[in-house]
């Protein structure tokens, strides 16, 4: 995209481009559970992180989290023994307790094994937690890998949660409560989208 001309006092200037929408690169802002499986699986065979890099991304779509929960998760908000994630939420969201299941605890289980005594639970090499830059461009890179037909950023596996609930038929006062949402019209967008809405519409 080339930059806008600009006159300042009789001088021709260049603006930086104006952002495209995101409609123009996607045709949607959440992916579905197929694509999740993609983007966790090629995440995987990347690197010397590959492990780490899969095990976020899992616990973003599993848990809904932010890019900013995520980067500032830590090993006192998991018992990997319980089997719990205590979900501290930004943006004044709601906090809450989920249960995690067989796939995540094994792969977090993996990562604690390998710095038992990290406080975090996404590590760079350096040994201090990834950034928020980090996981962008990391999930950018697992869209790539896993050839998806459009740019991938880490809120789409929050929106991928949203979907996925609300399609499953749960109740939309128990997906506000998981995803932390404080305002419900956050959460009918997910339910008011779902297409199981319109199942019987049609019978052949």
């Known amino acids: 995209m080339r930059a806008r001309p600009n006159t300042e006092n009789g001088k021709v200037v260049s603006l930086p481009p104006r952002r495209q929408p ?34 976020l991304l899992l616990l973003a779509y599993r848990h809904g989290l932010r890019v900013s929960e995520l980067v ?33 605890l094994r792969a977090l289980r993996r990562l604690r094994t390998a710095d038992p005594h990290a406080a975090y639970v996404f590590l760079t090499e350096r040994g201090g ?19 998806l037909p459009f740019p991938v950023h880490p809120h789409m596996l929050r929106h991928a949660t949203g979907f996925y609930l609300a399609n499953a038929g749960h109740d939309t006062r128990a997906v506000q409560q998981y995803l932390g949402h404080r305002n419900i019209q956050h959460t009918v967008r997910y339910t008011e989208l779902a297409p199981n809405r319109f199942k019987d519409f049609w019978r052949d």
């Open 72 to 104: 500032e998760l830590q090993w006192s908000q998991i018992d990997l023994k319980v089997g719990l994630l205590h979900v501290t939420r930004r943006k004044n969201g709601l906090p809450s307790t989920h249960p995690l299941r067989g796939r995540e």
């Open 22 to 55: 995101n409609s123009a690169t996607r045709t949607r802002e959440h992916l579905t559970p197929g694509e999740v499986e993609q983007l966790i699986s090629a995440a995987g065979r990347v690197g010397r992180y590959g492990h780490r890099d899969s095990t």
């Open 129 to 147: 937690p990834l950034t928020t830059s980090n996981v962008r461009k990391l999930t950018a890179r697992a869209g790539r890998l896993a050839q």
